[in-house]
């Protein structure tokens, strides 16, 4: 079974920066997919950013060049650094990786971290 746990959340003011982390246990062998997703209050889930296993990215259009998805195979644990934040990144926000365990592919949710972002 794999769990993943998020933190790094918080409360910022316009301009400034989080580091979100996803870190996942259990029997991995490998992380092969990786992405963020995020929920605004009234609004649909939607995807900010994804790192494939080839490890090349795309971030939504909003996002770019101010969020940086990352990947520590080691420790399997992901990151999203969020740079330059709006009031409008205020959503809670989601990691999903896809897993390889026993040979298997998993896709699995974290449980979510709210970010608020003061004007």
């Known amino acids: 079974q794999v769990q993943l746990v998020e933190s790094g959340g918080g409360l910022v003011q316009f301009g400034g920066s989080l580091r979100l982390s996803c870190a996942a246990s259990?029997?991995?062998?490998?992380?092969?997919?990786t992405a963020w997703f995020r929920q605004a209050p009234g609004k649909q889930r939607e995807l900010v950013a994804r790192?494939?296993?080839?490890?090349?990215?795309n971030y939504e259009d909003s996002v770019k060049g101010r969020f940086t998805v990352s990947r520590d195979n080691a420790k399997n644990t992901v990151y999203l650094q969020m740079n330059s934040l709006k009031p409008e990144d205020t959503a809670v926000y989601y990691c999903?990786?896809?897993?390889?365990?026993?040979?298997?592919?998993?896709?699995?949710w974290g449980q979510g971290t709210q970010v608020t972002v003061s004007s």
């Open positions: 790192m494939s296993s080839d490890g090349s990215t």
């Open positions: 999903n990786l896809l897993v390889v365990v026993a040979g298997l592919t998993y896709s699995s």
């Open positions: 259990g029997s991995i062998e490998s992380i092969y997919e």
